[in-house]
């Protein structure tokens, strides 16, 4: 949706104000973004100006995003690590807790020291966090895997738009079974925001979030299932000493230590707060 400025009375100002008591601030800026096809800062620079045409269609965008659908949905975009990815229903939207984890990447790569390092990302969804770290480590090479077609198209198409097909491998299937077409998988780093909502409360997660894919929010009875699939297997494809970095849900982190040191293969390393003060990130090194 692209529209010319049109010539009138009222302006940008008026439509932010507008439902201010209804959306936030950010996400009437994101909604005009889209509307009008511009940065966020030529909404504050430039001479917009507001007709009924526009304005309509700015009580649609924000009509639907009072109903629950999610803003990165209306618009089609989402941002993460200061980058564009294209977003759409079939993708979980990414979150800026997930940062953690692109960051956590390149302090394992400073401890460890690894030159060219060979990363895996599991559940890829839009491929926000393969793309990010291609972006960042000009010398890795990665390799992504999605249960979900639709994710993946959406994760080649995020590749392709940050010019960075060539630099990540896409591979379907389910966590590790994707691999089975891979040449030489063995990994320096396997990372993962794994799906880790129990799945009894699917049901009482915010109207924004139940739009999401199930797929992507359902970690089965408890919310640990894949991170028992990860630790059962992944010690197959990390290289000797490799690193795996885990999102995790709240309340999660003892159970998750509990999971892998049954193994007595691995170390937990360090886990990192969110924002919020919420254990969100977890680094386990392969003894």
């Given at each position: ?87 759409t229903k079939d993708v979980f939207i ?58 993946l198209k959406i994760a080649e198409k ?86 795996i970095l885990l999102e995790i849900g ?38």
């Open positions: 949706m692209i529209l010319k400025n049109n010539i009138c009375k009222k302006d940008i100002f008026y439509l932010i104000d507008k439902y201010s008591h209804a959306i936030p601030r950010v996400e009437a800026e994101m909604l005009l973004e889209y509307l009008f096809n511009c940065a966020r800062i030529d909404l504050y620079i430039k001479d917009f100006k507001v007709d009924e045409t526009i304005e309509e269609l700015y009580d649609s965008l924000v009509s639907r995003r009072i109903s629950g659908e999610p803003v990165q949905y209306i618009t089609g975009r989402a941002e993460f690590m200061g980058l564009d990815f294209i977003v990414p979150r800026p807790e997930t940062e953690l984890l692109v960051n956590m990447t390149r302090d394992t790569l400073n401890v460890t020291q690894t030159k060219n390092p060979k990363i895996l990302d599991l559940c890829t969804g839009s491929g926000n966090i393969a793309v990010s770290l291609a972006k960042l480590i000009q010398e890795a090479e990665i390799v992504a895997t999605d249960i979900s077609e639709p994710a995020n590749a392709v738009r940050h010019n960075l097909s060539d630099r990540i491998k896409f591979y379907k299937g389910n966590i590790f079974n994707a691999l089975i077409f891979a040449k030489n998988p063995k990994f320096d780093i396997i990372i993962c925001n794994p799906p880790y909502i129990k799945e009894d409360e699917l049901p009482y997660l915010q109207k924004e979030v139940k739009v999401e894919p199930e797929i992507a929010l359902n970690g089965g009875g408890d919310g640990l299932d894949f991170y028992r699939i990860i630790a059962k297997e992944s010690h197959r494809y990390l290289k000797k000493f490799g690193s709240f309340g999660q982190k003892k159970d998750v230590e509990n999971i892998f040191s049954s193994y007595n293969i691995f170390e937990i390393y360090k886990v990192i707060k969110d924002f919020s003060g919420i254990e969100r990130a977890m680094w386990i090194n392969l003894l």
